[in-house]
């Protein structure tokens, strides 16, 4: 896909980064103490928080079980730190656990800020681009094919075939229990057909080529992972049932 890559999608989460971030100067130096102090408060805020939410889904509460999945959460939370932060703010990070836990001191609250806003203005650019190529597409296509691509959203990929000449998407969209049909015209089935199954569809892209339409979907797997669906197709029909 040309705008809404995995990498698109996986800015667009990062540039997030600073929003649940609290801002305190007990994490402008190195303390044990602290560290653990802080990691017992948030687990128990997050058990509270599981405990209650069972209570209004009127499910029993496993605090064994909320405790363990708080554990979970922090390892990949810093994981994730560790791995989309740059290394000049990582270096100024006394301990990066502590930031994993949503604390930071304001100095490099500021630079993760400043990080976050960059990667923002990035994504919004992309989509921007984006919006801006679509007049060609609906010229061509016609506008109510454009405006139907935003029915993909969120739904689920049930199966991808070919059929004679085209490759036909089929997607259920949970909220409005609607079957949806994509018909893209004259291609062959994307070699990741098999993967796409069972995916949730974030993104949709079309573009003009030069001798056809580029589509393209970027969906998350059941483990958020990012992928695309894409194919070159003659031309695109999408259906309501």
């Given at each position: 896909?040309?705008?809404?890559?995995?990498?698109?999608?996986?800015?667009?989460?990062?540039?997030?980064?600073?929003?649940?971030?609290?801002?305190?100067?007990?994490?402008?130096?190195?303390?044990?103490?602290?560290?653990?102090?802080?990691?017992?408060?948030?687990?128990?805020?997050?058990?509270?928080?599981?405990?209650?939410?069972?209570?209004?889904?009127?499910?029993?509460?496993?605090?064994?079980?909320?405790?363990?999945?708080?554990?979970?959460?922090?390892?990949?939370?810093?994981?994730?730190?560790?791995?989309?932060?740059?290394?000049?703010?990582?270096?100024?990070?006394?301990?990066?656990?502590?930031?994993?836990?949503?604390?930071?001191?304001?100095?490099?609250?500021?630079?993760?800020?400043?990080?976050?806003?960059?990667?923002?203005?990035?994504?919004?650019?992309?989509?921007?681009?984006?919006?801006?190529?679509?007049?060609?597409?609906?010229?061509?296509?016609?506008?109510?094919?454009?405006?139907?691509?935003?029915?993909?959203?969120?739904?689920?990929?049930?199966?991808?075939?070919?059929?004679?000449?085209?490759?036909?998407?089929?997607?259920?969209?949970?909220?409005?229990?609607?079957?949806?049909?994509?018909?893209?015209?004259?291609?062959?089935?994307?070699?990741?057909?098999?993967?796409?199954?069972?995916?949730?569809?974030?993104?949709?892209?079309?573009?003009?080529?030069?001798?056809?339409?580029?589509?393209?979907?970027?969906?998350?797997?059941?483990?958020?992972?990012?992928?695309?669906?894409?194919?070159?197709?003659?031309?695109?029909?999408?259906?309501t049932n």
């Amino acid at each position: 896909m040309k705008y809404f890559t995995p990498e698109w999608f996986n800015d667009g989460i990062v540039s997030q980064m600073h929003e649940p971030m609290r801002k305190t100067q007990n994490a402008a130096q190195f303390s044990e103490k602290f560290y653990q102090k802080l990691y017992k408060i948030e687990k128990k805020a997050f058990v509270r928080y599981y405990k209650r939410a069972a209570k209004l889904q009127r499910m029993p509460f496993d605090a064994a079980g909320a405790e363990r999945q708080f554990d979970i959460n922090y390892e990949e939370n810093l994981a994730f730190v560790k791995a989309n932060l740059p290394d000049e703010i990582l270096e100024r990070v006394k301990d990066v656990r502590v930031l994993a836990l949503g604390s930071v001191e304001y100095d490099v609250a500021s630079q993760i800020e400043r990080f976050c806003g960059k990667l923002k203005r990035r994504c919004l650019d992309i989509e921007e681009q984006y919006d801006e190529q679509l007049a060609s597409v609906g010229e061509s296509l016609g506008w109510d094919t454009v405006h139907a691509l935003d029915n993909l959203i969120d739904a689920q990929i049930e199966c991808v075939e070919q059929i004679n000449d085209d490759v036909v998407i089929s997607l259920y969209l949970e909220e409005s229990r609607a079957n949806l049909t994509v018909i893209l015209r004259g291609t062959k089935l994307p070699e990741n057909a098999n993967i796409a199954t069972g995916g949730i569809v974030c993104r949709h892209e079309l573009v003009k080529t030069a001798e056809a339409f580029s589509f393209g979907l970027l969906c998350v797997d059941e483990s958020s992972l990012p992928f695309t669906v894409e194919a070159e197709a003659v031309g695109v029909e999408i259906k309501t049932n």
